[in-house]
C-alpha cells in the first residue's frame, strides 16, 4: 500500500476512536440543598507552573454541583524558594483545604511525612494533591490506602508496566532512551522503575541524565546533545516521563526528536497538549480535576477527615496519538491500536 493511502485509511480511522478515560464519579452525592453552609467553602490552591486542565475540571465539579467554593490560586513558577510568603498567606487566610499540584508544590507546602521542621509547612490544615506521580516514594503519604495524615490525593499516572506494553504494543521497539532531569526525585524514581522493568519486555533502556549548568539546575541547552546521543547509541524511541523539565523544554525537545527521527511517548498528557510527542498513555487532566473534587467534597461537605480517605486513581487511561507527528516520522500505528485510540494533532505556535 502507497504511503498516501496509508495516511488516507489512517485519518478515516480517525472517526473509529471509543476510549474515553474517563473515571467513575457515581459515588458523589447527589445534589441537595446544604444545610448550616452560609459562604463559599475556601480553596487555596498551589501550583508549580501556572493553571492547568486539572483545575478547571476541579472548578466544572462544584459549578455542576451547585456547591460554593472560592479558590485561590498561587504558582510556584518552578521554584521551590517562592513556597515561603504563600505559606504565610495560607496561615493568615485560614482556608478550609489546601490543594496542592505536583510533588514540588506538595513538598513545598505540605512537606514530607513526618518533617523535622514541621513549622515550615501547613500541617494544621486539610490538605489534598494531584499530579503527584510517586507519591508514596516521595514520602508524601505511607500508602494509597492509608495515607498516614490528614492529607489524601489523585494518582494519576498509569502503571509502568501498561506504559512500557503500550510501546511494544506499537512497534517493533528494542532499545529506548530516557533523558530526564536528574535533579528530580519524580524523574529519579522513574527511571529506576524503567531500569527494573523495561527488561520484562524485551527493552533495552539508555538512561542519559541531562548535565547541570553553575546554576544547579538542568542545562536546555543539552537537549539536542542528549537526543543525538541516544540516536547514536541506538535507540528507536524516546521516551518522556513525568518530567517537569522535559515538559517545560517539550516543544524545542520533541521537535528534535523528530529532526532525528525518534517517536517520543509521553507518560502524561501534557506532552501530548503543548508539543509534538507522538503517542503516550495518559490520564485525562480535566477528569482528574473532577475526581480530586469528589475527594474535596468528602472533606468540605461530608466533614471527612482526609488521613481516612485514600489516595484515588483513574478506572481508565487515554491512548493518544498525534496524527501530524506520525506522518512526519512515518511510523503508523498497527490497526487494533487505530481502533481503540483517540488523535490529536500538533498543537499551533
Do not use: C
Amino acid at each position: 500500500m502507497s504511503n498516501h493511502n496509508k495516511i488516507q485509511n489512517f485519518v478515516l480511522t480517525f472517526l473509529l476512536v471509543l476510549v474515553s478515560g474517563t473515571a467513575s464519579l457515581s459515588s458523589a452525592m447527589e445534589p441537595e440543598d446544604l444545610p448550616g453552609v452560609t459562604r463559599p467553602f475556601d480553596v487555596f490552591a498551589v501550583v508549580w507552573r501556572g493553571e492547568t486542565e486539572v483545575e478547571a475540571g476541579f472548578r466544572e465539579y462544584f459549578s455542576q454541583r451547585g456547591i460554593p467554593v472560592r479558590m485561590t490560586v498561587r504558582s510556584l513558577e518552578l521554584d521551590r524558594g517562592n513556597a515561603p510568603p504563600i505559606i504565610e498567606e495560607i496561615r493568615r487566610t485560614k482556608p478550609d483545604l489546601v490543594y496542592t499540584w505536583g510533588t514540588g508544590a506538595t513538598l513545598s507546602i505540605l512537606g514530607p511525612l513526618n518533617p523535622e521542621q514541621p513549622e515550615k509547612f501547613v500541617q494544621d490544615i486539610p490538605g489534598m494533591f494531584v499530579l503527584v506521580a510517586y507519591p508514596i516514594s516521595a514520602k508524601i503519604v505511607e500508602s494509597f490506602e492509608n495515607t498516614g495524615r490528614p492529607v489524601t490525593g489523585v494518582a494519576y499516572l498509569a502503571s509502568i508496566e501498561s506504559q512500557l506494553k503500550a510501546i511494544v504494543d506499537y512497534g517493533k521497539f528494542q532499545k529506548i532512551a530516557v533523558i530526564y532531569d536528574q535533579t528530580s526525585s519524580n524523574s529519579r524514581i522513574n527511571v529506576e522503575s524503567l531500569k527494573e522493568n523495561a527488561p520484562k519486555f524485551g527493552l533495552e533502556l539508555i538512561a542519559l541524565p541531562i548535565p547541570v549548568g553553575e546554576n544547579g539546575k538542568p542545562d536546555p541547552e543539552k537537549l539536542t546533545e542528549l537526543v543525538q546521543t541516544a540516536k547514536s547509541e541506538g535507540a528507536q524511541l524516546l521516551y518522556m516521563g513525568p518530567d517537569s523539565f522535559i515538559t517545560h523544554h517539550g516543544d524545542a525537545y520533541t521537535s528534535e526528536a523528530i529532526a532525528a527521527g525518534l517517536p517520543t511517548f509521553a507518560s502524561t498528557q501534557a506532552p501530548l497538549n503543548g508539543s509534538r510527542a507522538m503517542f503516550g498513555l495518559v490520564s485525562d487532566y480535566h477528569t482528574v480535576g473532577k475526581l480530586a473534587a469528589t475527594q474535596a467534597e468528602k472533606i468540605l461537605i461530608e466533614k471527612e477527615n482526609p488521613q481516612d480517605l485514600p489516595v484515588v486513581s483513574l478506572s481508565r487511561y487515554k491512548l493518544w496519538i498525534n496524527i501530524d507527528v506520525v506522518r512526519e516520522v512515518m511510523m503508523y500505528p498497527p490497526m487494533d491500536m487505530i481502533a481503540i485510540a483517540d488523535f490529536k494533532t500538533s498543537p499551533q505556535n
